[in-house]
């Protein structure tokens, strides 16, 4: 049990487009879900929290507007990258954590965007 | 300073060699201790959990904490080429995970 998907794997787009990615919990109700981005070569960096039916909490340095995150439900979240730019381009990992469990992370296998 | 500090490596041994990767840290809230792998371009896979101090056994795994040292380990035994991955420390205050940089480990057959 406990995994997690992401769709799509991998996306390119132009330059000033929105992409949205999508993180599932599959066997289980992901009470709180956590997106992160990962630079070549670099370790994960969280960027927010979210908690299903509230706001998500954004690390310092990290854009809200631009970053959209939506977390409608105890199964799917999804993050928003509005107008993307080529610096944007990144892997982007989440994971989620079941109710009263908040101790354990289970990740998705990551969404790859590449803005040209 | 980073809170987490792990040599980025690559590190590079024969099958069969045992392998120690290692991570220290810097803030004491830090509450629970884990290590990922991470296999390129796939979401890390939960490896080993501890939140104490001493020895976590796990198959050819084996996790170690020194809370009074900030400094933990993770062991591998009879290496294979399939553990060649990047391995990732992470610690955990509140519900919000940091990772270290990741040790990228080559094991060669």
């Known amino acids: 049990g406990a995994v997690v998907s992401q769709h799509p794997s991998w996306v390119i787009c132009k330059s000033g487009t929105s992409v949205k990615i999508e993180c599932r919990s599959l066997?289980?109700?992901?009470?709180?879900m956590f997106w992160y981005r990962q630079f070549p070569k670099q370790s994960l960096m969280l960027m927010a929290t979210?908690?299903?039916?509230?706001?998500?909490?954004?690390e310092q340095g990290v854009e809200k507007d631009k970053f959209l995150i939506n977390h409608a439900s105890l199964t799917l979240s999804t993050l928003t990258v509005t107008s993307a730019h080529p610096e944007d381009s990144s892997f982007y990992i989440c994971?989620?954590?079941?109710?009263?469990?908040?101790?354990?992370?289970?990740f998705g296998p990551g969404t790859r965007l590449t803005v040209l | 300073q980073k809170e987490v500090e792990q040599d980025p490596g690559p590190l590079s041994v024969p099958e069969g060699a045992i392998v120690s990767l290692n991570c220290t840290y810097s803030?004491?809230?830090?509450?629970?201790f884990m290590w990922y792998r991470q296999y390129s371009r796939k979401g890390p896979e939960l490896l080993m959990y501890t939140y104490s101090s001493g020895n976590k056994e796990d198959g050819r795994f084996t996790a170690q904490v020194d809370k009074s040292s900030k400094y933990i380990s993770l062991f591998i035994r009879d290496s294979q080429p399939s553990d060649s991955a990047t391995y990732l420390c992470a610690m955990m205050k509140g519900n919000k995970l940091v990772f270290g940089a990741g040790t990228i480990l080559r094991v060669k057959s």
């Open positions: 066997d289980f109700q992901a009470t709180t």
């Open positions: 994971s989620a954590s079941r109710e009263g469990s908040t101790d354990t992370q289970y």
């Open positions: 979210s908690n299903e039916g509230s706001k998500a909490t954004y």
């Open positions: 803030n004491s809230a830090f509450q629970y």
